[in-house]
């Protein structure tokens, strides 16, 4: 069965153009163009992946967003204009999945939404799985097999991006991560010196888990290189959790 894609943007002619091309791609496609409309018929049909552009008619990208998210972890794909960074940022903070930045080629959105496809598929694969023993680094546990994450006890609710992030940096706390391997093994997709996702999805893992653990930072960036997940004296690498 074809995965079916869902587009809200009130662009009539760049749907047309997309909509026919995905197509193509032996997916199927439909079209809404007005923001409230978007966000009913988001919730209402059996979609596998959405499309969403910022500014909308009647009600915006991100108030759609939000919306979807309180009913449905069904991946979205953000679209942006060029060069609007906040955008970028208040849209994965919402738990969108990744981001485009209008105007873009078609292929690209192709590419980047296969890319969220093959995740998803990848994540209810594995859950149905057994997913080894849950990790923990310090104050932080991380439980593959039901993709909960807790900080001293409390629940942290990560998107699926920020999940997959923290899982890498675990698994290899106290080593450097490169940021190419983040990019392929959280996004799927091989990096761009000028995408800055992984620097967003990190910046947000910091806030959500506290910039330090007794007062040394949690998570540190390594120039031109990638990230570390830092150990704390006295701490081992990532261990099962009892």
Request: with cysteine; hydrophobic share 40%.
């Given at each position: 069965?074809?995965?079916?894609?869902?587009?809200?943007?009130?662009?009539?002619?760049?749907?047309?153009?997309?909509?026919?091309?995905?197509?193509?791609?032996?997916y199927t496609v439909a079209s809404v163009h007005n923001g409230r409309v978007g966000a009913a018929q988001a919730l209402s049909a059996d979609n596998d992946l959405i499309v969403l552009d910022v500014m909308l008619p009647e009600m915006d990208g991100f108030e759609v967003l939000k919306r979807v998210r309180t009913n449905s972890d069904v991946p979205i794909l953000m679209?942006?204009?060029?060069?609007?960074?906040?955008?970028?940022?208040?849209?994965?903070?919402?738990?969108?999945?990744?981001?485009?930045?209008?105007?873009?080629?078609?292929?690209?959105?192709?590419?980047?939404?296969?890319?969220?496809?093959?995740?998803?598929?990848?994540?209810?694969?594995?859950?149905?799985?057994?997913?080894?023993?849950?990790?923990?680094?310090?104050?932080?546990?991380?439980?593959?097999?039901?993709?909960?994450?807790?900080?001293?006890?409390?629940?942290?609710?990560?998107?699926?991006?920020?999940?997959?992030?923290?899982?890498?940096?675990?698994?290899?706390?106290?080593?450097?991560?490169?940021?190419?391997?983040?990019?392929?093994?959280?996004?799927?997709?091989?990096?761009?010196?000028?995408?800055?996702?992984?620097?967003?999805?990190?910046?947000?893992?910091?806030?959500?888990?506290?910039?330090?653990?007794?007062?040394?930072?949690?998570?540190?960036?390594?120039?031109?290189?990638?990230?570390?997940?830092?150990?704390?004296?006295?701490?081992?690498?990532?261990?099962?959790?009892?």
């Amino acid at each position: 069965m074809a995965d079916r894609i869902l587009i809200i943007d009130d662009d009539t002619e760049l749907c047309a153009l997309v909509e026919e091309y995905l197509t193509n791609q032996g997916y199927t496609v439909a079209s809404v163009h007005n923001g409230r409309v978007g966000a009913a018929q988001a919730l209402s049909a059996d979609n596998d992946l959405i499309v969403l552009d910022v500014m909308l008619p009647e009600m915006d990208g991100f108030e759609v967003l939000k919306r979807v998210r309180t009913n449905s972890d069904v991946p979205i794909l953000m679209l942006t204009a060029r060069g609007e960074d906040e955008d970028r940022i208040v849209g994965l903070e919402l738990g969108a999945d990744d981001y485009l930045a209008k105007p873009f080629n078609p292929r690209e959105l192709a590419a980047r939404i296969a890319a969220i496809l093959k995740r998803a598929r990848r994540h209810a694969t594995s859950d149905q799985q057994d997913q080894g023993e849950p990790l923990t680094v310090g104050d932080v546990t991380l439980v593959p097999a039901t993709r909960e994450v807790t900080r001293g006890g409390e629940s942290v609710k990560l998107t699926t991006a920020e999940f997959d992030l923290l899982a890498i940096l675990l698994r290899n706390a106290g080593n450097v991560v490169e940021r190419g391997d983040l990019f392929r093994g959280v996004l799927d997709r091989e990096p761009d010196p000028f995408d800055r996702s992984i620097d967003m999805h990190v910046s947000h893992l910091r806030k959500k888990l506290g910039h330090t653990h007794l007062n040394t930072e949690r998570i540190k960036s390594i120039r031109s290189v990638g990230y570390i997940y830092t150990l704390v004296d006295g701490e081992d690498h990532a261990s099962s959790a009892s």
